[in-house]
C-alpha cells in the first residue's frame, strides 16, 4: 500500500513554489537523493509534464499527479506534497485549462505494470473528498500519512468483501 | 453486431486502461457487445472505422466518428454524464 511504501522525507507539508518548475526541483530532488530516481528525473518530470499535463479538478480541491517516463526512475516510490499556496497546472487531458492545485502526488515509475496498479488506487484515494480534505487538514505528516492510511485500509475491506461476495459486485 | 471502441491516450498506457476498463464494465452492464481497442492517438486513423472513441487525452482532428472524453473515469467528477453520453453512442 502506498501508506507503507511512504518515506517520511518524501512527504512536504507546506511546500513552498511559485510554479510547477518550482515544485518539480524541490519535490524531484528528494527523489534523486533518496536514491529512487536518476539525476534527470527533474527534466523528465517537466518535459512530461509539458506534453502530458497531470493537473485534475476534482471540484474545490485540485490535485496532480506528475511522473517521468520509466527510464529516470530506479525504485517505485511516491512523494507527497500540500501546497502552501495553490499553483496553477494543466489539466489532463487538455491543452491550455488551468486548474489551481492544493496537493502534488508524485510517482517514480520504474515498473509499467505497478504503475497502473498505483494509478488506480491513487485514484481511489483521491476521488474521496473527505480524505483530500483530511489530507489537506492534517496536522503534520504523520496525520497526513494517516489519513492515506485510513483510505485504503478502508479500500482493503472493500476489496475482500467484494471478492467474497460476487453477487453485490455484479 | 459489436460496436467498435477505440480507447486511446497520448504517452503512457495507463490512463486508458482505466478508461477502457470502464467502458467494458458498462457496455457489459447493458448487454451491449463491443470491442474495445486500446492503442495510442497516433494510432486512432490506422484502425479506423469504429463507433466510437474515448480518449483520455487531448484530440484535435476529428475522425467522422463520436469522441467521448474519458477523463471524468480519472477524475470520478461527471461519470453518470459520461456514461449516459457513452451508452447514447453505442445504443444508437
Known amino acids: 500500500m502506498i501508506w507503507e511504501e511512504l518515506n517520511e522525507n518524501l512527504v ?15 519535490m524531484g530532488r528528494k527523489m534523486i537523493d533518496g536514491g ?21 479538478d476534482l471540484g474545490e480541491i485540485g490535485v496532480a499527479i506528475p511522473h517521468t517516463e ?8 511516491f ?26 502526488i508524485m510517482m517514480c515509475v520504474k515498473h509499467p505494470h505497478e504503475h497502473l496498479e498505483h494509478l488506480t488506487r491513487i485514484l481511489k484515494i483521491i476521488q474521496d473528498t473527505n480524505t483530500l480534505k483530511r489530507i489537506l487538514k492534517a496536522k503534520g505528516r504523520s496525520e497526513m500519512i494517516h489519513a492515506l492510511k485510513d483510505k485504503e485500509m478502508e479500500l482493503e475491506i472493500e476489496a475482500i468483501r467484494c471478492q467474497d461476495t460476487p453477487s453485490i459486485r455484479a | 453486431m459489436k460496436k467498435k471502441v477505440i480507447v486511446a491516450c497520448g504517452g503512457a498506457v495507463a490512463t486508458s486502461t482505466i478508461a477502457a476498463n470502464k467502458v467494458a464494465e458498462l457496455a457489459k452492464a447493458n448487454q451491449i457487445a463491443v470491442e474495445i481497442c486500446q492503442i495510442r492517438i497516433s494510432e486512432i486513423a490506422s484502425n479506423l472505422p469504429a463507433d466510437l ?26 461519470i453518470e454524464k459520461t456514461e449516459q453520453s457513452i451508452l447514447n453512442v453505442l445504443k444508437g
Open chain 1, 79 to 104: 512523494a507527497i506534497a500540500r501546497l502552501k499556496e495553490p499553483v496553477s497546472f494543466i489539466q489532463m487531458g487538455s491543452d491550455d485549462e488551468p486548474v489551481q492545485v492544493h496537493l502534488v
Open chain 1, 70 to 77: 520509466v527510464e529516470f526512475a530506479l525504485q517505485e516510490a
Open chain 1, 36 to 56: 529512487f530516481a536518476k539525476e534527470s528525473y527533474i527534466e523528465g518530470l517537466k518535459k512530461r509534464e509539458a506534453e502530458f499535463p497531470t493537473g485534475l
Open chain 2, 53 to 78: 472513441i474515448v480518449t483520455t487525452s487531448k484530440v484535435k482532428r476529428d475522425y467522422g466518428v463520436p469522441l467521448i472524453t474519458g477523463m471524468p473515469f480519472i477524475s470520478g467528477i461527471g
Open chain 1, 12 to 26: 512536504f507539508e507546506s511546500l513552498d513554489a511559485k510554479s510547477t518548475d518550482a515544485i518539480f526541483e524541490q
